[in-house]
């Protein structure tokens, strides 16, 4: 048992506490939660039962893989097929269940069913959709959704080079969210009785999806293909189908009662749950949003040889600051420039096409930034500092042959190289130090002569560091 001698120590430690905790307990909170159905649209009890699960979650909004009014996709059953269950989510709402949401909250997809009548028109005018209705993109929080038409009677086509995969795919270059998800009503793959759909096998993680949901199937599966999730989700109240063979990556499988999911975003991921209609978890999956990756060039003037256009490998730390004042550090990554000055970094927190400044630290090295914010595009950015002094925020650059490279010098790391640093690259080469020291501006691990002309001749100037 642990005692408090003095009260005043014991008050201050359970204040320490209790922010400790309040702050971990922001940090964890979900951002949003929202809930997936698939082919649901089906009155009765097994409908009934799906609804009442999903707004024991109270989601912020729902999402539909396809098939939203069976049989035929018709005007006389669509009502009693959505709006009896889901009208508390819609907006506009115009049916005879009561009154609507004051926003829209109901984000359904095509199914071939809801196609099966006038070319889905009952579909189109119950609902009030972004874009041209059939497929659309909406943003909620840190996630951006891209709804998909599936349908082979789509008029913009279905295949990978079609019109509608070309918006899906310029698209998904420029989102700025932290994570992209894509929903349609046809499975790439699935082990279901309708199985896989090929011509919907596009490249979505290429193009930037972090993961495809579907329907069609009445079952529940999670599969992963080459790092990629595929999620079928078609247990909305229809009817439940059998399980051919597994199919190669599929993890989790179920199909003995109705449900739905229910996905929690996070600032980190997301959490993906399938529940039972008896309130069964089924399936829990995380979701990391992709890696972004750096690749640099840079040289450091007291590393690099121009005459063989070589350099001394040494660690760099890089941050990535946020492109508008007060430029806040989103992400740091520590790596290895290589002899031939270049070197990957990757980064957790940051974002796609969102612009952000580069930030070079350097163990003795003058603190350099890229000129402007730049972005990453699908997980991926290059940058160069070498091939001109306007890489570098306020031409902050030293050419050395035909390179461009950062100002060495900046011993002590106060941002400065003056005197004070002259002083220890002094200081050091008269009592000959050696090995992996500060003072070592040139990387061969000996302080000498050379160490101190260039940090003689950055002081004269001086040299500082030059930021936003």
């Known amino acids: 048992m642990f005692y408090f001698k003095n009260k005043k120590i014991m008050k201050l430690f359970f204040l320490i506490l209790f922010v400790v905790i309040f702050i971990v307990n922001i940090k964890v909170q979900s951002q949003m939660k929202f809930a997936v159905i698939g082919d649901y649209g089906k009155a009765g009890a097994n409908e009934l039962s799906v609804s009442n699960l999903v707004k024991s979650w109270n989601p912020e909004f729902i999402i539909t893989l396809g098939d939203n009014n069976y049989e035929l996709g018709e005007q006389a059953t669509i009502d009693a097929n959505i709006g009896q269950y889901y009208r508390q989510f819609i907006f506009p709402y115009t049916g005879s269940y009561g009154a609507g949401d004051t926003v829209n909250r109901f984000f359904p997809s095509l199914g071939n069913h809801d196609w099966y009548t006038n070319a889905a028109s009952a579909y189109l005018n119950y609902f009030s959709l972004p874009g041209n209705e059939r497929y659309y993109d909406f943003i909620k929080g840190n996630i951006h959704f891209f709804i998909i038409d599936s349908d082979p009677n789509e008029p913009d086509g279905v295949d990978s080079n079609s019109v509608q995969a ?37 490249p979505f993680k290429k193009w930037g999806a972090d993961a495809v949901l579907s329907g069609h199937d009445h079952t529940y599966e999670r599969i992963n293909i080459n790092s990629f999730t595929y999620i079928i989700n078609g247990l909305g109240g229809k009817s439940i189908y059998t399980f051919n063979t597994p199919i190669a990556g599929s993890i989790v499988r179920y199909n003995n009662n109705y449900g739905a999911m229910l996905v929690n975003s996070y600032e980190d991921s997301l959490t993906f749950r399938f529940y039972s209609i ?41 941050f990535l600051r946020n492109g508008n004042s007060p430029y806040q550090i989103i992400d740091s990554s520590k790596g290895n420039i290589n002899s031939a000055g270049t070197g990957t970094f990757t980064f957790t927190k940051a974002n796609n096409s969102t612009p952000y400044y580069i930030e070079i630290i350097h163990r003795n090295s003058i603190e350099t930034w890229s000129s402007s914010g730049m972005n990453f595009n699908l997980n991926n950015l290059s940058y160069d500092f070498t091939t001109s002094a306007n890489k570098s925020y306020g031409n902050n650059l030293f050419l050395k042959g035909l390179k461009y490279c950062v100002f060495s010098g900046d011993v002590n790391q106060d941002n400065y190289i003056d005197a004070s640093d002259l002083s220890t690259v002094g200081n050091g080469s008269d009592v000959s130090l050696n090995g992996y020291v500060s003072a070592d501006v040139t990387g061969d691990n000996f302080v000498d002569a050379s160490d101190i002309s260039i940090v003689e001749k950055n002081s004269f100037n001086p040299v500082t560091v030059s930021r936003p």
């Open 166 to 202: 070309n918006w899906l795919k310029n698209s998904l270059a420029v989102s700025s969210q932290r994570f992209n998800l894509v929903y349609f009503h046809h499975p790439p793959y699935s082990s279901g009785s309708h199985g896989n759909n090929p011509y919907m096998n596009w």
């Open 278 to 318: 008896s309130g069964n978890l089924k399936d829990n999956f995380k979701l990391i949003p992709s890696q972004k990756t750096l690749t640099l060039n840079i040289l450091i003037e007291g590393f690099y040889n121009p005459v063989l256009n070589t350099m001394q490998s040494d660690t760099l730390k890089v």
